[in-house]
DNA sequence: AACCGAAGCAACCGCCCACGA
DNA sequence: ATCGTGGGCGGTTGCTTCGGT
């Protein structure tokens, strides 16, 4: 089944660390004459290396157009931005980075981007916000500005809710979103009277379109989808009127259902900046074959077959995200 | 100064596929 | 059709470095 490794069979082959000389034989062996084959260079070239070891010492250090040092940031985001479009395509990915190699793009992305993504609530693999617990982690300010709305003399909230829609783009309010969900999905008591009272609010700063009793279906349906959230209690009509239940969707109505326009979000087309480059907030993201989730198809919905041929979720790859993070990994001016 | 754990990264591993003999 | 070879690929390992105590 399939070919044996390269070197086996082949006693006595260093491993481990090259050194100097033997880059320097590999090097000169390479300029002089070229790789060929790669399995009868190390004899050729004097080097006790199997060819496979070579030809990666090549590939992935010795080479001269390799380009070493940082990362840049425009390469960051261009490496978020490949990865969320190619999965861990990492030689794909290198081909759009010139001196970058597949292996120093995967290491870096395991070493930095992963953790750097994680820090400001993304999922790394699925690109989209985290729903998880760990989101509480990193965003105390949020909770605490959400017991603002329970303080006394607060009756209209410590925040100017307007405010708040102007200044928040759809990235932020996924992430609020997500937050919203670990929350009602944990039933952290502690924090339950104050999230009730920023939803209260929410809810009466939209007008009361949607609003309490009036969660669209269909729109938190499709919501569920493209978030493969499948353990969000079923809404109807007759749902209660308010209490943690309704959280999600006055959410989606809050961003979706209310008329904001995109100026109104600051959002606009394809201009450079922290703003997103879609149409107002992200509608509901179809579910496509390869979507790791993709087993959350209830209620009818969009199936697993369909594949768009755009995302409206792309927008959001396009967001200069290393701009709006904080060093501790949270969101600069989240709530302001 | 010594120790220790975490982080970073080069290198390796094992599998796969394409291609030519 | 089969086999050997080259080489691409993603995941993992283990050594080195760094920072904290």
Redesign the pocket.
Same mark, same amino acid.
């Given at each position: 089944? %399939? !070919?044996s490794?390269?070197?086996d069979g082949e006693a006595g082959v260093k491993? %481990?660390? &090259?050194t100097p000389e033997e880059d320097k034989l590999l090097v000169d062996y390479i300029q002089e004459k070229g790789?060929g #084959? &790669?399995?009868?260079l190390p004899k050729l070239a004097g080097l006790n290396r199997c %060819?496979? #070891?070579c !030809?990666? !010492?090549w590939?992935?250090?010795l080479r001269p157009d390799i380009k070493r040092g940082r990362f840049t940031e425009d390469e960051e985001k261009l490496i978020i931005h490949l990865h969320s479009l190619l999965g861990?395509? &990492? #030689? #794909?990915i290198a081909t759009k980075l010139p001196g970058r190699t597949?292996?120093?793009i995967?290491?870096?992305w395991?070493?930095?981007l992963r953790?750097k993504l994680l820090g400001m609530g993304i999922d790394p693999v699925t690109h989209r916000p985290r729903t998880d617990l760990s989101l509480l982690a990193g965003l105390p300010g949020l909770l605490a500005a959400a017991g603002n709305f329970g303080g006394a003399g607060s009756a209209t909230g410590a925040w100017d809710m307007h405010a708040l829609r102007l200044q928040a783009d759809a990235a932020k309010f996924q992430l609020l979103q997500g937050l919203v969900r670990a929350l009602t999905t944990a039933a952290v008591p502690a924090l339950a009277p104050g999230m009730d009272n920023l939803m209260a609010h929410l809810a009466a700063s939209n007008g009361g379109q949607n609003g309490a009793g009036g969660v669209d279906q269909s729109m938190l349906l499709q919501q569920c989808q493209w978030d493969g959230m499948n353990n969000l209690p079923a809404l109807t009509n007759s749902a209660p009127a308010s209490g943690m239940h309704n959280i999600s969707g006055m959410f989606d109505s809050f961003g979706a259902g209310d008329g904001l326009s995109s100026t109104e979000l600051g959002c606009h087309g394809g201009a450079s900046g922290s703003n997103v480059t879609v149409d107002a907030v992200a509608p509901p993201r179809p579910m496509v074959a390869n979507d790791r989730d993709c087993n959350n198809n209830g209620g009818g919905g969009v199936s697993c077959e369909q594949t768009p041929a755009s995302s409206p979720f792309d927008g959001l790859e396009s967001l200069n995200l290393m701009d709006d993070l904080n060093t501790d990994g949270s969101w600069k001016d989240l709530l302001e």
């Open positions: 089944m %399939g !070919r490794p390269c070197c491993k %481990g660390p &090259w790789h #084959s &790669w399995r009868r %060819g496979k #070891s !030809r990666l !010492r590939t992935n250090y861990n395509k &990492w #030689s #794909s597949d292996n120093e995967k290491n870096y395991n070493t930095h953790k």
